[in-house]
Structures are given as C-alpha cells and as structure tokens.
C-alpha cells in the first residue's frame, strides 16, 4: 500500500465549483438578464387552498410592457402567447419593484401576480413570457441556468398542492453509504490507478454479508450506489432501470438485501438518476439511429450541442433526458414506483439540478402515491435560496454547504474559517431552511477527496470532523470506511475514483477509530436533542480556538467542547450533572484535548 503520511494535499469538495468567486460573479451578472423567476413563489410548499404568489425579475436588456404566466391544473404542459392560454389560465403579472443591481451597474424590475389557491393533489405547471403591446414584437421566456450552464429556452415551473412532510424515520436517520463495487470482492489494498475505472468486484451479496458491521456501527439505514444496468463501475449511467446489473447480482438478490436489512432495522435508500442515462439506453439508441424515432423527443438533439445531444456536462456517454416530457416523466415515476413497492425505503436522487421543479413535483407525489413514508433526497450543489426552492418538490437535498465548513475548519493545519464563522453559519443554516426540508449532513463521499486524505492522514482531524458532524448536521451519512480509517493512496484524479478503493476488513480496520464512531452514534441516537434540539453557545472564544454550545430538547441537554486550538485546555461547564460518552460522571471542568470533541450528556437541567 502507498504511503498515506503525505503532506497535507489541497483540498476538493464537489460543489466547491459554486463558490467559485470568477464563476460566482458571473453567475450573478448572468441572473440579472433577461427574464428570471428563480421558481420564487409565497409560499414555497403550497398547502391546498392557499393563493400562490409568483415573484419574477426583469432586467434591462429585456424591453417589455407584459408578464404572463400560462398555467394549468391538470398536469398537462401549458401553451399559450401575447396574453393568451391555449388550456388552462392565463395570470397576469404586474410591476412591483425597481431595483438597483451594482453587480451590473443597471436597474431590474420585479414582477408580481397570483395563482389562485388549489385543491389538494393538483399538479399546477407554468411557463412565464415577457412581450410588449409596441412594435417590433418581443416575445421572451423565464428560464433559469443549471450548474453545468446548459439553459432551457423556456423553464417549466411547477408545484404540487399537499401536505406532505418530510418521513419521522429520515429525521432521525444516520445513514451508511455503499459504493457497492468496491465494499466487497477486493479489499484492503489499493487499487492501481489502471483498475480504477474497472468493476473491481463488489456485489449485492457481499453487502448483504456486511450488514452486522453496519448493524454493529449502529447506523438506522443503507445508501447504494447505483446497482442497476450499467456501463460504468460507478453505476450513473443506467441502462435499464427496471433490472440489477449482472455485475452486481440479480434482482432477487436485491429482494434479498431488501429483506435482510429490513429485518435487522435497516432502511434501503437506492441512487436514482433521473437526470441522464447510459448511451446503451436503449430508447437512446433508437433514437440517434432513426430520426423520425418516438424517442427523439426524450432528448434534446440539436447542432448547438457538442456532441449533437444534450449531455451530462458534455459528457457523451451521459445523455440528458428531457424529463418534462410526458413518456419521459411517466417512465422515470413508473421505475422510481416499482422499486419503491419492491422494498426500497427512499431515493437518493443524483445531479437532482438537473430536471425542473415540475418534475421532481410530479415525481415527489408519484412515490408518495405508493409508499406515503418513502424518504426523497436530491444531490444539489446550491446553497441558500436556491437550495431553499426545493421546498416542497423534494424532503430535502444533500448539505454541501456543511461539508465544506467542517472540511474548511478542521481538514487543514490553519482552519480556513474560524469558529466564530463556523458556528455563525450552523445556526443560520437551521434558521434559514426550518424544520420541513432536511439537509442530510456528511464530511466526504464518493465525489470528493476523503477527509482523511485531505487531513493529511491525520485522524484527530478526522474525530474533530466526525463530532460536529453527529452533534451538528442533518441525518448523518457515513461514506463507507470513513468509520475505520480508509483514506486514499493519491490525490483525486480527473474522475474523482481516488475516494473510492475497496474497504477495509479485518485486521485492517482501525478498531479505536470505529469504537470512537460508534459512540458517536449512540449518543446520535439516544439524544432527541442531536436530531431536533435547539443550539445555544455557552463559549465561543477564536482567539483560544474554543466552542461550548448546548443542544437542548425539553429536558435533555448535550454539552459539546471543540478545541481546534494546539494543545489541550480546560473549559468551564454550566451547572448541572453530566457524564461522558462512556458513563463517567463530570462536574465543573472538563479537558478538552487538541482537536477533538468532548461530547457530554445532560442528566437534567
């Protein structure tokens, strides 16, 4: 195995390409043209009955005098122009606001109107034009920019009318992740860098082996990566959605793991990806071979594109579904229906920035319609409000934004961010999204640099990141092997594989590390105060490099100490009787040592 002592590497967080300060400023000059509604609407999870208030911004390279929204009710795509709806209504718009842009050195107007309020189980769909009354005629359409730039001429918005909540089992999860072809088959070794893109012999099978470490670990459910039909080891290419590549096993395996997780208190959380399949897909195939083929209209073919297709991030192999296509959104509803009725508890939903709103709103009701407490989770690199609009479409997206604070505060030598800005931002996050849409947390997984890598191999870094994660995120997800010391023999590679050698076993395993994880989430679990408890700092002092703060629900209190400081030091506690993760009585002080977590339970108030 190569030598892990490396230096401290600089760090990769997919996502980080959103903070990027060039591309950032360019994304927001680019917001500000045309015409943009950012799916901006009051409220953002419309309960049935209540009146829909649509927010769209004009800016001043788009001259117009009218804002329609087209809408319709049935779940049908609207049409309609200058004014008019072909089906469905017609809503107009009108000015609200002026407002002064620095990022452009120009002014944009915010427009106003209402959709009225809707019974329960409507499926409401909207395209928005800007014209003008003056000539020469103008007819422009809101669209919005997806990470990988790729923009629709004309965004379908839409929104579902219930009263949905996020499942009470998601909120309390601790999540394991499995990249399947790599947890079982090969393990504790490296994988040279030619084996990297190569299935290395992971199968369902062999999960269904390790479900007592899991069990043991204490986690409440299991995430897979991608199991069927595929072209890559990795599985995001799907090219049969209703069948488990032979590679990984059968179906009836599957329906094994299913039952078998199930039955030691496990969930299932399978990776969909509804964004893009395989090129072997083969309403694809049909597709680029015959050009008057019904599966035309599942992608989008056009010279303007690279490789004459739409493609995920232009990437050939990866062409994009068009999934605000009627036989494309009733394809991807009816497989995310069959395996949820299969034995899948949820879905964690790959590059979920990709489709619109109005699918995953359809999408959302589809698998509530067969298992009401099913858990839907998006991978959306965005943060802040354009997180926030998921509201209601998804139970939550992926928190990226908590991943890169703790890599930022704890992976480096010199945290990147002070803890006054760490624990500034934590609090924010919480107040900002509220209750209903959860961000599940994590410090690394298969896109990224391990955080062990990115430590430098050190694995006091590693407990440091792993306590905020248990005491301070959404439903924890582990990646595999984090918990016993799996790190990487080199630094990320183009395609990211770096983060993803087989696991380790036996003797391999670091026994303190997982000891130390399985603390961690017992006291995740037996604490309702670290799922859905308040926080409260008690001491926040940068200067020391010390965190006190509190999580508190009813009667149960947790005590958390972080020291990223150099060396141990004492902290003061509040009144009250406490003990440690193992049981041990502590009044008073307690010592903190250099980058770890001191967590401590509440026997009271």
């Known amino acids: 195995m190569s030598d892990l002592n490396q230096p401290v590497m600089a760090d990769f967080v997919f996502g980080g390409i959103e903070s990027d300060e060039q591309r950032l400023l360019q994304t927001e000059r680019l917001a500000r043209a045309g015409i943009r509604h950012f799916h901006a609407i009051t409220p953002l999870d419309p309960m049935p009955g209540q009146t829909v208030r649509l927010t769209v911004q004009v800016g001043p390279d788009t001259a117009i005098d009218r804002l329609t929204a087209y809408v319709t009710l049935d779940g049908t795509l609207p049409d309609g122009a200058q004014g008019r709806a072909e089906n469905g209504l017609a809503v107009s718009l009108a000015p609200v606001v002026t407002r002064w842009e620095p990022v452009i050195w120009d002014y944009v107007t915010v427009w106003g109107g209402e959709i009225p ?122 090219s049969d959605y209703y069948n488990v590549d032979p590679r990984f096993g059968t179906n009836a395996d599957l329906l094994v793991l299913f039952e078998a997780a ?12 509804a964004n893009h399949t395989s090129v072997e897909f083969a309403p694809f195939v049909d597709a680029l071979n015959h050009a008057e083929s019904e599966y035309r209209r599942w992608f989008s073919f056009d010279p303007v594109y690279k490789h004459g297709y739409r493609a995920f991030f232009d990437v050939a192999t990866m062409p994009q579904l068009d999934a605000d296509h009627p036989a494309v959104r009733s394809f991807l509803n009816g497989a995310a229906q069959h395996w949820l009725e299969a034995g899948a508890d949820g879905l964690r939903l790959d590059y979920a920035a990709g489709p619109s709103h109005a699918f995953w709103s359809s999408f959302r009701a589809a698998c509530r319609q067969v298992k009401p407490d099913c858990w839907l989770f998006g991978e959306v690199t965005h943060a802040g409000e354009k997180l926030r609009t998921y509201t209601g479409r998804l139970d939550g997206c992926l928190d990226f934004s908590f991943c890169r604070a703790v890599r930022m505060l704890c992976a480096q030598p010199t945290p990147q961010l002070t803890l006054s800005q760490f624990a500034t931002q934590t609090q924010a996050s919480r107040t900002f999204f509220g209750d209903d849409f959860l961000l599940p947390a994590f410090i690394d997984n298969h896109d990224m640099n391990r955080f062990l890598w990115a430590a430098g191999n050190d694995k006091q870094r590693l407990r440091l990141a792993l306590g905020l994660l248990f005491t301070l995120g959404g439903s924890p997800c582990l990646y595999y092997g984090t918990e016993v010391g799996l790190g990487q023999p080199r630094a990320k590679g183009p395609w990211r594989e770096e983060s993803r050698h087989p696991m380790l076993w036996g003797a ?64 003061e506690l509040p009144a009250g009787a406490y003990a440690d993760m193992q049981g041990i009585a502590v009044t008073g002080k307690v010592v903190a040592p250099s980058l770890s977590v001191t967590l401590l339970s509440g026997a009271g108030a």
């Open 262 to 273: 199930h039955a030691r208190g496990l969930r299932v959380i399978l990776d969909f990806v």
């Open 508 to 571: 391999a395993q670091d026994k303190a590390l997982l000891a130390y994880t399985r603390q961690l989430v017992a006291a995740r679990r037996s604490h309702v105060a670290l799922t859905g408890g308040d926080l409260a700092s008690h001491l926040l002092d940068d200067a020391r490099g010390l965190w006190l703060f509190e999580r508190r629900a009813g009667a149960d209190r947790v005590l958390v100490a972080v020291n990223i400081g150099a060396e141990a030091q004492e902290i």
């Open 117 to 238: 309020g809707q019974p329960e189980g409507t499926l409401v769909h909207y395209t928005i034009e800007g014209w003008r009354t003056y000539g020469p005629p103008l007819s422009a359409w809101s669209s919005e920019q997806n990470i990988d730039r790729t923009v629709q001429p004309r965004t379908l918005y839409g929104y579902h009318v219930d009263s949905y909540a996020p499942p009470q089992w998601a909120r309390e999860a601790v999540v394991y992740q499995v990249f399947v072809d790599r947890f079982s088959g090969v393990e504790n070794r490296w994988l040279e860098p030619g084996e990297m893109e190569h299935f290395a012999g992971g199968t369902l099978r062999g999960v269904i082996e390790h479900l007592d470490h899991i069990v043991a670990l204490g986690a409440t459910a299991i995430w897979l990566s991608p199991v069927f039909v595929t072209e890559s080891y990795h599985g995001y290419d799907t």
